[in-house]
């Protein structure tokens, strides 16, 4: 009987251990919900937090605090999933695990950094972050592609010092040591890029790669070569992409990123840039449409059957159905879908800890997302 007691005991403190709120929503600037179990819990400050909970954010930014000090700030349109978190303040020792599945955020290290280096792990679907004691921030884009840059840590005083990280995957590692270094994971099959020391501030780096949605180091590269080369649009070569082997970011073209938001203008500023943004793609699309439907159709036309090394899909045309299928890395999740070929469609998928976005199949506008656990 003893035993039984001890059993039931032990369980009770577990399932204690699991609900215990482990931070709280700070600040939130514009629209934000956190989730728990695909409910949503809670959309304004104050919010408690608990292992499992979802961040997800639109049009706005979320400032989540833990109780050992790690913060986190979850930026416009992203996606944050609290995997573990497990702290004995007595110590200061304990584990951290989360994982950004889309969208940006910016990690501050707490007491488990400090006192856990090895229990901490960041996650995005291309890479792992393994953090020593410092600031970064994480960006995971639509295609799964993940860019990492370490930013100093800075205290109420302004006395800044500069931890150590470590992004890896299965292709390999790099370690960042100096402020504002940058590196690019494409996939889980890639290792992630050398680093490269990007010459603009905190605030500038977001802004490029969340409010203005475009690669800082890619834009650069274009914006050199236009000045080279004719401005004729369709000449560009769009998916050309070597820019980080150096450092294009030059005097000329670094102020250009300068912005009010970046001096510290409100929410409703920032919404009316994005505004303004999404109006002028809207129509540059329609203008370039024709051709691009064009190009599209060509593309098609050449498309491959088989398996495709990159995203992990295997593609087959079978009479008027194209036949894609896809597993993950532990054949625990698999898709197979047979899709009508008069039509084109965008997939996203989402399976376990991997995940392949934008993968096109046909001339068409239908998306097709997929979440496998």
């Known amino acids: 009987m003893r035993i039984l007691i001890l059993a039931i005991s032990a369980f009770l403190t577990t399932a204690s251990a699991v609900a215990a709120n482990i931070g709280t929503v700070t600040t939130l600037d514009g629209s934000g919900v956190i989730k728990r179990d695909n409910d949503v819990v809670g959309n304004s400050v104050g919010v408690e937090i608990q292992q499992m909970d979802v961040a997800e954010t639109t049009k706005g930014r979320m400032q989540i605090d833990f109780v050992d000090e790690t913060r986190l700030d979850v930026i416009d349109n992203s996606r944050v999933v609290i995997d573990e978190f497990v702290y004995d303040p007595s110590t200061g020792k304990g584990s951290l695990d989360v994982r950004a599945t889309l969208g940006a955020v910016r990690y501050a290290s707490g007491q488990i950094a400090k006192n856990s280096r090895q229990q901490v792990r960041l996650r995005t679907p291309t890479a792992t ?113 070597d820019a980080l082997d150096k450092d294009v970011l030059g005097d000329d073209i670094k102020n250009i990123w300068v912005t009010e938001l970046d001096k510290g203008a409100d929410y409703y500023l920032r919404e009316l840039l994005v505004d303004m943004i999404d109006a002028l793609n809207a129509a540059l699309a329609e203008l370039f449409r024709d051709e691009l439907d064009k190009q599209n159709e060509q593309l098609m036309v050449a498309q491959q059957t088989g398996y495709d090394e990159k995203t992990g899909f295997f593609f087959d045309v079978e009479g008027d159905k194209y036949h894609v299928t896809r597993e993950d890395a532990s054949v625990e999740n698999r898709i197979d879908l ?9 997939l996203n998928v989402e399976q ?22």
């Open 129 to 241: 972050i393994s953090v020593r004691g410092t600031d970064f921030n994480m960006l995971v884009n639509e295609i799964g592609e993940s860019y990492v840059t370490l930013l100093p840590s800075c205290d109420s005083n302004g006395n800044c010092i500069v931890g150590e990280i470590s992004v890896e995957n299965d292709a390999g590692t790099v370690i960042m040591n100096q402020a504002f270094q940058m590196t690019r994971v494409t996939s889980l099959s890639s290792p992630p890029s050398k680093p490269v020391v990007v010459d603009l501030t905190e605030p500038q780096i977001t802004g490029m790669l969340i409010v203005r949605r475009v690669d800082p180091i890619v834009e650069a590269e274009q914006i050199l070569e236009q000045q080279q080369t004719s401005t004729d649009f369709l000449a560009i070569d769009f998916l050309k992409f």
């Open 338 to 346: 047979y899709l009508h070929n008069d039509y084109g469609y965008t």
């Open 352 to 373: 376990g800890d991997e995940a392949a976005y934008d993968y096109r199949v046909g001339v068409g506008s239908n998306t097709i997302d997929i979440q496998q656990r």
